[in-house]
């Protein structure tokens, strides 16, 4: 298999070096080039073959990492782009600016007091998103993953749904969630993979196009019908409680799968308190967060579906759950909505019905 050629934009010398490096050392990877800007980098694109992959600053003089991805658009549409943003709010909103606008995924950079940090945050952080951004366009047809056969049941009585995701999430779940009906009689509890402030701001613009309520979650809230809740970055959520008693509480036990907060983890308490009456749904993401919890789920009797791989940015998170066999069904992403809808409707007539 061919190496997946990165292209390194940065209006930092420091952080060119220091990715540029990393990628030269990497035997899956090969630097395509680097810019200095977002300008240098189109003229680039429009000169030279296109890579496989684009790490882009969001920051950055001349042509700022927005501007320059809505330009790469237009000529590039499914060319992946990994963000790198700050820490800062002003870094987040433009993050999240840039994820609508069709970036793949983003780090966050740390505050990295040394080169020896910043190195191992690069090999740690930014060189796996690489390899799962890049790794679809230069992996051979006959290496795509079949899922295994889906696992159809019996629809039952749906009381919650759950809601795993990582990279390419933000754009996922703005697909998604806006399309839930306003009166969804259950509530609905996401963990996205993002660190703090990021998931703070990712609620407050989902609550600005969607239908039900949206916020993120604080510890000791009770669980509501109708509300969409989104697990706080750098925090496990679970539900404490049964029947009408349910809680949000945190878990600040250690990360699983490099992940805190944990899709398993949410999960797990999930399967705990609804048994049964667990949707779970798991979207694009890179890694195998999620796949553990739906074991939980399916021994409970819940239920599960997830993204395809065709419309997943990465078909890692919801891969692992489909070829498990834990999959109830496996939909793009634009049949994701509708299909809970329905589930949540169907199981509410059944339970009409069978009341006394």
Not at 67 to 95: D, F, N, Q, Y
Not at 187 to 196: A, I, K, S, W
Request: charged residues 20%; contains cysteine; aromatic residues 2%.
């Amino acid at each position: 298999m061919r190496k997946i050629r990165v292209l390194v934009v940065d209006d930092s010398a420091t952080i060119r070096r220091i990715v540029s490096d990393a990628i030269g050392a990497s035997a899956d990877l090969e630097l395509a080039g680097t810019a200095a800007n977002g300008q240098l980098a189109l003229d680039r694109l429009r000169r030279e073959p296109s890579p496989d992959v684009v790490t882009l600053d969001v920051e950055m003089p001349v042509l700022d990492g927005i501007s320059t991805l809505k330009e790469l658009r237009v000529g590039a549409p499914r060319l992946p782009v990994l963000m790198l943003s700050s820490h800062t709010e002003k870094g987040a909103l433009a993050t999240l600016d840039a994820l609508a606008a069709g970036a793949s995924d983003f780090v966050a950079k740390p505050r990295a007091s040394s080169l020896e940090e910043a190195r191992a945050f690069v090999e740690l952080e930014v060189l796996p998103r690489l390899r799962a951004l890049g790794g679809r366009a230069v992996e051979a047809p006959a290496r795509a993953r079949a899922p295994a056969p889906a696992r159809p049941r019996l629809s039952g009585r749906v009381e919650a749904v759950v809601i795993g995701v990582s990279t390419g999430g933000p754009q996922a779940l703005e697909q998604v969630l806006p399309r839930l009906p306003r009166h969804l009689a259950v509530p609905v509890l996401v963990v996205q993979h993002m660190p703090p402030m990021f998931t703070q701001l990712l609620s407050r613009r989902l609550a600005s196009i969607c239908a039900l309520g949206v916020e993120e979650a604080t510890e000791g809230t009770a669980i509501r019908p109708g509300m969409v809740y989104v697990a706080r970055g750098g925090q496990h959520l679970v539900v404490a409680g049964r029947d009408t008693g349910r809680q949000l509480r945190f878990d600040d036990g250690p990360a699983e799968n490099s992940c805190k907060p944990a899709a398993d983890v949410l999960f797990r308490s999930a399967a705990a308190s609804w048994g049964a009456g667990v949707l779970a749904v798991v979207l694009t993401g890179m890694g195998r967060d999620g796949c553990a919890g739906c074991k939980a789920i399916r021994a409970a009797g819940g239920t599960i579906i997830v993204q395809d791989q065709e419309t997943s940015v990465v078909w890692g998170m919801p891969g692992a759950v489909a070829t498990a066999g834990l999959a109830d069904g496996v939909f793009p992403l634009g049949g994701i909505a509708p299909e809970i809808a329905a589930r949540v409707e169907r199981g509410r007539l059944a339970g009409a019905r069978c009341s006394p």
